[in-house]
């Protein structure tokens, strides 16, 4: 495990308003999801900041891939193109009046040559699916949108850590499922990530780490369960373990399962089930968007209709499908064709060819870890779709 | 308030917003300065019938009721100077206003004075709506750094016009805010009340400007923006078509004087 | 009440535009000079513009039963002197010429003169003085605002009567139309920011500190 971001010891002050960060110790691994939590005031957002170097400590010191950061403006301008971080109100991030110059606005600052701008405003603004929008005025965003081009300002520099404040705050619960699907997107493709926010259920199913601050301290930093075992520390900062978590425990206590696998998410919590009811569930047939398969209304009409779910996953799926589809259609990403095929029922998901090894590994995971047999089918080849059938019979 | 923000969404949305801003700008400044040099009525009539047309292309000739309320406040102020233009000309008196307290005498000069600036002003607001339906803020210091001024000065002209439309958003939502508590009722009150949302608005822009800072600095803001779209510039074709209507209007002026047609 | 596009002969727009160019120029140079030593107030500066602007925009209750806009260069004089109000008053004529259609394009040049120029430079002037014997602040704030925007007008007067008719008896009747529409605006306007200046010594101390430092006598 490489740790690309560490802090030793680190404390910091506001003039005049007493410790923001104490002692603070923290190791933020490659390639890995990590939660920050904690109440409003905890130090959050002062210690992302320290992490780019945009704060400098007072006491200990902040390690960029284990070389201490060094304050001056070159090596900081070097830092701050590999960890990006996002501020909690995206119209504090936006500077220029349309989209793509607000893309660009990072770029440009590294001084990159134009043609290479382009390419990364570009592949930022289709990832978070603003390609329609590139030339319109900032202000006239909405704030779910401003949210995503402050990411996608961010984006653009290619950061190797992405650092976001809140990012799931003010929005509403679709957009937010967006953010943390874009978010997984991007950790498939290697970017490490840390997120703080106040919603323990969303940083529950969402985290590989957790790293819980209270009054400028890291109170907690470890796996998930860990934290929710411990109830001391959580009566203290006042939170509550997810419903979940709750949920599974009390049903181990009443003897309906082992305690473990502790369950991230609703849905996992179904596979539970599922498997104590020996109740087969649906497969999924993969369609790469990459190779043209796309659906047309009619054919999704039909699919639902013939009791099968129908979803996307990735930002590159979702944008063209919603080229071929009515604006008020939505459907569901990853995590809801899991959910509908718990059901039983079939999923049809349209993705992008370089996400799917990255699915197969997800859901053979999840068929692992609650002990379920699902079925994945994927039968790309050259010559086109080589098999048609659904994977169960 | 809002007219702002229905003039800068009208600019996105104009017919005319490609069309090169530093071309549709010296259109604009030959056309008014033209109908200033002019001594006939003829040719600020003729500004404004281009500047008309000009404007109702911009807007796809959907005229919103923005556009009516901007006319009407620039008539009022016109004829209110224009009467008084009209008033201090001397001149042989052609017609006079007894009041109380002072005599208002117009003269004739003092009348053709007046109605020769009042259509200025007339031709010159088409114009400019035309100018201002079509190009957005930002296309506007594109244009001004096309035309060698500092750089520093358009980046501050775009960022202070990003930051009013986020201050106007706050404005709107403290003004509905005072209104439903009432802060409108009477006038005195109405004072309080704006004197509140200004404290409120002014505090918010220190610290927006404070984590603004932060912001950039997260950013790689290293001084000085590039662009990524170079603006358009002022290509050869409009520079010919500037000349013509100049050249056009000033024609048109001499024809009309030697044939003593409206002479101002 | 800005100077309307077409009320200027060609020949009296030029000239208050280089008139005003110097005051404009060394305006920016300040400004540069402000952003060089200290890059945070690139984003003060702006917010600052912008909060001009706004305000300009509000529509205040004044006597004569019309609204009128307030010009908010008297605050902007206190806060940052008069070079660089007269590059904030640049940027909003713009802005209202392009987002309102107040004002015009030609005229520009007259219009950041008494806006921006004369205006605060009269205003600030007695803000010095009045800070050197230690005028209370609300009668300082009130002046200082009410002073900035009576000059600006008087100066718009005496553009317009510069353009028409013999000046003496133009500026009279130009001046009796401003003194009717535009001193209860003065007034107006020399209360809000009174009250404001109040509101904000209590709210932020700090910030007001900021704006209405008393270090112009310690200077002196």
Same mark, same amino acid.
């Given at each position: 495990?490489?740790?690309?971001?560490?802090?030793?010891?680190?404390?910091?002050?506001?003039?005049?308003?007493?410790?923001?960060?104490?002692?603070?110790?923290?190791?933020?691994?490659?390639?890995?999801?990590?939660?920050?939590?904690?109440?409003?005031?905890?130090?959050?957002?002062?210690?992302?900041?320290?992490?780019?170097?945009?704060?400098?400590?007072?006491?200990?010191?902040?390690?960029?891939?284990?070389?201490?950061?060094?304050?001056?403006?070159?090596?900081?301008?070097?830092?701050?193109?590999?960890?990006?971080?996002?501020?909690?109100?995206?119209?504090?991030?936006?500077?220029?009046?349309?989209?793509?110059?607000?893309?660009?606005?990072?770029?440009?600052?590294?001084?990159?040559?134009?043609?290479?701008?382009?390419?990364?405003?570009?592949?930022?603004?289709?990832?978070?699916?603003?390609?329609?929008?590139?030339?319109?005025?900032?202000?006239?965003?909405?704030?779910?949108?401003?949210?995503?081009?402050?990411?996608?300002?961010?984006?653009?520099?290619?950061?190797?850590?992405?650092?976001?404040?809140?990012?799931?705050?003010?929005?509403?619960?679709?957009?937010?499922?967006?953010?943390?699907?874009?978010?997984?997107?991007?950790?498939?493709?290697?970017?490490?990530?840390?997120?703080?926010?106040?919603?323990?259920?969303?940083?529950?199913?969402?985290?590989?780490?957790?790293?819980?601050?209270?009054?400028?301290?890291?109170?907690?930093?470890?796996?998930?369960?860990?934290?929710?075992?411990?109830?001391?520390?959580?009566?203290?900062?006042?939170?509550?373990?997810?419903?979940?978590?709750?949920?599974?425990?009390?049903?181990?206590?009443?003897?309906?399962?082992?305690?473990?696998?502790?369950?991230?998410?609703?849905?996992?919590?179904?596979?539970?089930?599922?498997?104590?009811?020996?109740?087969?569930?649906?497969?999924?047939?993969?369609?790469?968007?990459?190779?043209?398969?796309?659906?047309?209304?009619?054919?999704?009409?039909?699919?639902?209709?013939?009791?099968?779910?129908?979803?996307?996953?990735?930002?590159?799926?979702?944008?063209?499908?919603?080229?071929?589809?009515?604006?008020?259609?939505?459907?569901?990403?990853?995590?809801?064709?899991?959910?509908?095929?718990?059901?039983?029922?079939?999923?049809?998901?349209?993705?992008?060819?370089?996400?799917?090894?990255?699915?197969?590994?997800?859901?053979?995971?999840?068929?692992?870890?609650?002990?379920?047999?699902?079925?994945?089918?994927?039968?790309?080849?050259?010559?086109?779709?080589?098999?048609?059938?659904?994977?169960?019979? | 308030?809002?007219?702002?923000?229905?003039?800068?969404?009208?600019?996105?949305?104009?017919?005319?917003?490609?069309?090169?801003?530093?071309?549709?700008?010296?259109?604009?400044?030959?056309?008014?300065?033209?109908?200033?040099?002019?001594?006939?009525?003829?040719?600020?009539?003729?500004?404004?019938?281009?500047?008309?047309?000009?404007?109702?292309?911009?807007?796809?000739?959907?005229?919103?009721?923005?556009?009516?309320?901007?006319?009407?406040?620039?008539?009022?102020?016109?004829?209110?100077?224009?009467?008084?233009?009209?008033?201090?000309?001397?001149?042989?008196?052609?017609?006079?206003?007894?009041?109380?307290?002072?005599?208002?005498?117009?003269?004739?000069?003092?009348?053709?004075?007046?109605?020769?600036?009042?259509?200025?002003?007339?031709?010159?607001?088409?114009?400019?709506?035309?100018?201002?339906?079509?190009?957005?803020?930002?296309?506007?210091?594109?244009?001004?750094?096309?035309?060698?001024?500092?750089?520093?000065?358009?980046?501050?002209?775009?960022?202070?016009?990003?930051?009013?439309?986020?201050?106007?958003?706050?404005?709107?939502?403290?003004?509905?805010?005072?209104?439903?508590?009432?802060?409108?009722?009477?006038?005195?009150?109405?004072?309080?009340?704006?004197?509140?949302?200004?404290?409120?608005?002014?505090?918010?822009?220190?610290?927006?400007?404070?984590?603004?800072?932060?912001?950039?600095?997260?950013?790689?803001?290293?001084?000085?923006?590039?662009?990524?779209?170079?603006?358009?510039?002022?290509?050869?074709?409009?520079?010919?078509?500037?000349?013509?209507?100049?050249?056009?209007?000033?024609?048109?002026?001499?024809?009309?004087?030697?044939?003593?047609?409206?002479?101002? | 009440?800005?100077?309307?596009? +077409?009320?200027?002969? /060609?020949?009296?727009?030029? $000239?208050?535009?280089?008139?005003?160019? *110097? @005051? !404009?120029? =060394?305006?920016?140079?300040?400004?540069?000079?402000?952003?060089?030593?200290?890059?945070?107030?690139?984003?003060?500066?702006?917010?600052?513009?912008?909060?001009?602007?706004?305000?300009?925009?509000?529509?205040?209750?004044?006597?004569?039963?019309?609204?009128?806009?307030?010009?908010?260069?008297?605050?902007?004089?206190?806060?940052?002197?008069?070079?660089?109000?007269?590059?904030?008053?640049?940027?909003?004529?713009?802005?209202?010429?392009?987002?309102?259609?107040?004002? +015009?394009?030609?005229? /520009?040049?007259?219009?950041? $003169?008494?806006?921006?120029?004369?205006? *605060? @430079? !009269?205003? =600030?002037?007695?803000?010095?003085?009045?800070?050197?014997?230690?005028?209370?602040?609300?009668?300082?704030?009130?002046?200082?605002?009410?002073?900035?925007?009576?000059?600006?007008?008087?100066?718009?007067?005496?553009?317009?009567?510069?353009?028409?008719?013999?000046?003496?008896?133009?500026?009279?009747?130009?001046?009796?139309?401003?003194?009717?529409?535009?001193?209860?605006?003065?007034?107006?306007?020399?209360?809000?920011?009174?009250?404001?200046?109040?509101?904000?010594?209590?709210?932020?101390?700090?910030?007001?500190?900021?704006?209405?430092?008393?270090?112009?006598?310690?200077?002196?």
């Amino acid at each position: 495990m490489a740790v690309l971001l560490e802090c030793q010891g680190v404390s910091y002050d506001y003039p005049g308003r007493g410790a923001a960060l104490r002692d603070v110790h923290l190791e933020i691994v490659k390639g890995r999801k990590t939660a920050i939590i904690g109440p409003n005031g905890a130090g959050k957002s002062t210690l992302f900041l320290h992490l780019n170097g945009v704060l400098r400590p007072k006491g200990g010191q902040v390690r960029f891939q284990g070389e201490p950061i060094v304050y001056r403006n070159k090596d900081l301008s070097l830092l701050r193109k590999e960890v990006a971080v996002i501020l909690q109100n995206p119209d504090d991030q936006i500077f220029s009046a349309t989209v793509e110059e607000d893309v660009a606005f990072g770029p440009l600052n590294l001084g990159l040559p134009k043609e290479e701008i382009e390419a990364r405003v570009d592949e930022a603004l289709a990832l978070v699916d603003m390609t329609g929008e590139r030339e319109r005025p900032s202000q006239q965003l909405s704030f779910g949108q401003k949210k995503r081009l402050a990411l996608a300002g961010a984006l653009a520099m290619r950061p190797k850590v992405l650092i976001m404040d809140e990012p799931t705050a003010g929005l509403d619960p679709h957009m937010v499922q967006e953010v943390l699907e874009l978010t997984e997107e991007l950790h498939m493709k290697g970017i490490t990530l840390v997120m703080s926010t106040h919603e323990l259920e969303v940083a529950y199913s969402w985290a590989d780490d957790f790293v819980v601050m209270n009054l400028g301290k890291v109170v907690f930093s470890g796996p998930a369960e860990g934290l929710f075992a411990n109830r001391s520390l959580l009566e203290l900062i006042g939170f509550q373990a997810p419903d979940v978590y709750r949920m599974n425990e009390e049903m181990h206590r009443i003897g309906l399962f082992e305690l473990t696998p502790v369950p991230k998410h609703m849905t996992d919590l179904r596979m539970k089930f599922c498997r104590m009811n020996g109740r087969a569930m649906g497969g999924m047939s993969i369609r790469r968007v990459d190779k043209g398969e796309l659906p047309s209304i009619t054919e999704v009409h039909t699919l639902i209709s013939q009791g099968r779910a129908v979803g996307y996953y990735g930002s590159r799926a979702k944008h063209l499908l919603a080229t071929m589809l009515p604006s008020d259609v939505r459907l569901p990403g990853l995590r809801g064709c899991l959910d509908k095929m718990v059901d039983g029922r079939d999923a049809m998901l349209y993705t992008d060819g370089m996400l799917v090894p990255a699915i197969m590994d997800h859901i053979n995971n999840l068929a692992q870890r609650y002990g379920l047999a699902i079925n994945v089918m994927d039968g790309w080849t050259e010559e086109g779709h080589a098999a048609d059938g659904w994977p169960t019979g | 308030m809002d007219d702002m923000f229905e003039l800068d969404e009208m600019a996105y949305r104009s017919a005319a917003l490609r069309w090169s801003p530093a071309g549709k700008f010296v259109l604009a400044l030959t056309m008014l300065v033209a109908s200033l040099l002019a001594n006939t009525l003829v040719v600020p009539l003729m500004v404004l019938l281009v500047g008309t047309i000009l404007l109702g292309y911009s807007v796809r000739f959907r005229f919103p009721k923005v556009i009516g309320a901007l006319v009407l406040e620039g008539i009022g102020i016109m004829v209110l100077g224009g009467a008084v233009i009209a008033a201090v000309t001397p001149g042989e008196t052609v017609w006079a206003i007894d009041l109380a307290l002072l005599k208002i005498t117009f003269s004739g000069e003092g009348i053709t004075t007046a109605s020769m600036v009042t259509l200025r002003a007339l031709a010159g607001i088409s114009v400019m709506l035309f100018f201002a339906t079509s190009t957005p803020i930002p296309h506007f210091a594109d244009m001004l750094v096309r035309f060698k001024v500092p750089k520093l000065f358009a980046e501050l002209m775009v960022m202070v016009y990003r930051y009013s439309f986020m201050l106007l958003d706050e404005v709107g939502r403290m003004h509905l805010a005072a209104e439903c508590r009432l802060g409108f009722h009477g006038r005195m009150n109405t004072l309080r009340t704006y004197a509140k949302m200004m404290t409120g608005m002014f505090i918010r822009s220190i610290e927006t400007s404070e984590r603004s800072n932060i912001g950039m600095q997260c950013r790689n803001y290293q001084g000085g923006v590039g662009m990524l779209r170079q603006p358009q510039g002022m290509s050869a074709p409009w520079a010919v078509l500037c000349l013509a209507v100049f050249l056009a209007l000033l024609e048109l002026n001499l024809f009309c004087e030697r044939c003593g047609i409206l002479l101002g | 009440m800005h100077i309307m596009e +077409g009320f200027l002969s /060609l020949e009296w727009a030029l $000239f208050w535009t280089v008139v005003s160019a *110097p @005051f !404009v120029v =060394y305006g920016f140079y300040r400004v540069r000079r402000i952003i060089k030593e200290d890059p945070a107030q690139r984003t003060m500066l702006a917010l600052s513009g912008a909060f001009i602007f706004v305000m300009s925009s509000f529509k205040l209750p004044s006597v004569t039963g019309s609204s009128s806009h307030p010009t908010g260069t008297g605050f902007s004089t206190m806060f940052f002197g008069v070079g660089v109000t007269s590059v904030m008053s640049l940027i909003v004529l713009i802005f209202q010429a392009l987002l309102l259609a107040h004002g +015009g394009l030609t005229t /520009l040049g007259a219009n950041v $003169f008494s806006m921006g120029i004369a205006g *605060p @430079f !009269v205003a =600030y002037a007695a803000f010095r003085a009045m800070t050197k014997v230690r005028v209370p602040t609300p009668a300082k704030v009130f002046i200082t605002v009410f002073l900035a925007d009576v000059f600006t007008y008087i100066t718009t007067a005496v553009q317009l009567a510069l353009a028409y008719g013999p000046f003496l008896s133009s500026l009279t009747s130009f001046l009796a139309v401003f003194t009717i529409t535009q001193i209860p605006l003065g007034i107006v306007e020399g209360i809000l920011f009174t009250i404001f200046v109040d509101y904000l010594e209590r709210a932020r101390p700090d910030l007001t500190e900021r704006i209405l430092p008393r270090r112009v006598a310690d200077e002196a």
